[in-house]
């Protein structure tokens, strides 16, 4: 079970070319084109994917730049100057939008790498010459922010199938927060 995109489009290609596309007809000339665009799109994703983020910032910062411009040289009656003034707060609302957008989802990936294997050498040292008092507490500590994730890492992965029960594990949009829209 992967859990990144990236990983797991490498393995469904991996998967569609060793094992789907030699067992389809080679008689079925339209099986064996599906089957090849099929893996060319996931190519063509998994190549998208780590830009997408920054695609579409740079597509806001590009529309923002186009926004002021547009506000500069625009004038006219009521119905412009209306569309000026939404213009204006939408623009200042993509432009907080992008402040925020700073750090990058690699930028987010990489601080979880560091901080995992920073959490993992101060549990080993804890366990290595902490009294048991304080083993007690991070073992108490880890294991609830291990459970956290693990529901976390479940309810990611749901749709593939591998849960017994999956209607007990909430929607991973509740567990992140995301009001559904």
């Known amino acids: 079970m992967q859990m990144r995109p990236d990983l797991q489009i490498k393995s ?34 998994a190549k998208q994917l780590p830009l997408q983020f920054r695609f579409d910032c740079d597509e806001l910062a590009r529309l923002s730049a186009y926004s002021a411009e547009l506000q500069r040289i625009a004038s006219g009656g009521g119905e412009t100057g209306a569309a000026l003034a939404a213009l204006a707060e939408k623009t200042a609302d993509a432009n907080a939008t ?19 294997e920073a959490t993992g050498s101060l549990v080993s040292g ?23 994730q693990l529901l976390r890492d479940r309810a990611w992965v749901i749709t593939q199938g591998w849960e017994p029960d999956p209607k007990s594990v909430p929607p991973i949009e509740q567990l992140l927060g ?3 829209s």
């Open 12 to 45: 469904v290609i991996k998967a569609m070319n060793d094992v789907v596309l030699p067992a389809v007809d080679p008689q079925n000339k339209l099986a064996q084109e599906q089957v090849r665009l099929c893996m060319g799109l996931l190519g063509l994703m």
């Open 126 to 148: 804890v366990f290595r010459d902490g009294d048991s008092a304080v083993q007690d507490r991070v073992q108490r500590a880890t294991l609830a922010m291990s459970k956290e």
């Open 178 to 180: 995301i009001s559904a």
């Open 98 to 116: 992008l402040e925020r957008a700073k750090s990058s989802p690699y930028d987010i990936e990489q601080a979880v790498r560091s901080l995992r």
